[in-house]
């Protein structure tokens, strides 16, 4: 019925790594950064470890290319709400256990149940002092992803509205999503379906074309998530690893990558500054209606 082959010849994709040694560098290297995040979904401005301040305007100088809510004509407000700390690294009272090969943080994608959720990520490794390879983030296009299925599974795909439950900043669920949605730049289509096991109840099939499911089709599309899941897990040849360096400035494309976190680094050695990024205008309504709009 499908034609996945999950592939592990342990090649992976090579994410873009561009050289900078200043704020005013990596500004004028914006054409290669809009090149790279148009193709690819995700990137690295590495040499420069870059303030604050420097982050920010870089940020509003990529949100005036894309009409960002995040641009030169942002209210401070946007700015003091969308900048965050992370790292997964925060809590002193904790064992990190996990080695560079087990998941922190599981595979995702992001904000699924927000009509406008975040477009992308600007992520400012502050602090890595962890060993060398331990606590990559690994990324995986989710338009690639979309296109390993079979003609006839995309077609099932892109009919499929799927409900579940997980915990949000505005709600737990139900929510109803299209399992296909088009990129908001491209226009191409992407999957763009839960799969973190924290969620209270996973995605199920509820309607196909309009009409409640079958048993068959709730059976068929399990399996065809059973086979994203194993491409996110198995098949390195479409993955891209981020190896931390201290002062990288990574650039994520997060309606389009899924991405998850591996350990072997313990408290206070990974530490980012997050800038998240909305469409221009939004709000935080969700998808709570059956029909998937
Ligand atoms: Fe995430």
Do not use: C
């Amino acid at each position: 019925m499908t034609t996945i082959t999950v592939k592990s010849n342990n090649v992976e994709k090579s994410l873009t790594v561009i050289e900078i040694t200043s704020i005013e560098d990596a500004i004028s290297k914006l054409p290669s950064v809009v090149s790279a995040f148009n193709s690819d979904g995700v990137l690295v401005l590495r040499g420069a470890e870059l303030s604050l301040e420097d982050q920010i305007l870089f940020t509003q100088n990529l949100g005036d290319i894309y009409s960002w809510n995040f641009a030169s004509d942002a209210p401070q407000s946007t700015i003091d709400t969308s900048i965050y700390q992370g790292g997964h690294s925060d809590n002193p009272d904790k064992e990190y256990t996990q080695t560079n090969d087990e998941y922190v943080l599981d595979w995702h994608i992001e904000q699924v149940y927000y009509v406008h959720p975040i477009l992308a990520g600007i992520w400012n490794m502050t602090t890595f002092t962890g060993p060398n390879g331990s606590g990559d983030t690994r990324f995986v296009d989710s338009i690639e992803l979309y296109g390993l299925y079979s003609e006839n599974d995309r077609e099932f795909l892109a009919n499929s509205i799927v409900v579940w439950d997980k915990p949000a900043p505005h709600g737990k669920g139900p929510f109803y999503t299209k399992v296909v949605d088009a990129h908001p730049v491209s226009g191409l289509p992407l999957l763009r379906v839960e799969t973190d096991q924290g969620s209270y109840a996973m995605p199920k099939l509820h309607t196909y074309a309009g009409a409640p499911a079958t048993e068959e089709q709730i059976a068929r599309l399990d399996e065809l998530l059973a086979m994203l899941k194993d491409n996110l897990n198995e098949n390195t040849s479409i993955r891209y690893s981020q190896h931390w360096q201290q002062g990288d400035l990574l650039v994520v494309d997060l309606f389009r990558m899924y991405h998850a976190v591996m350990g072997g680094f313990s408290a206070g050695q990974r530490k980012f500054t997050g800038i998240g990024i909305r469409p221009k205008v939004y709000d935080n309504s969700m998808y709570t209606n059956p029909g998937g709009e």
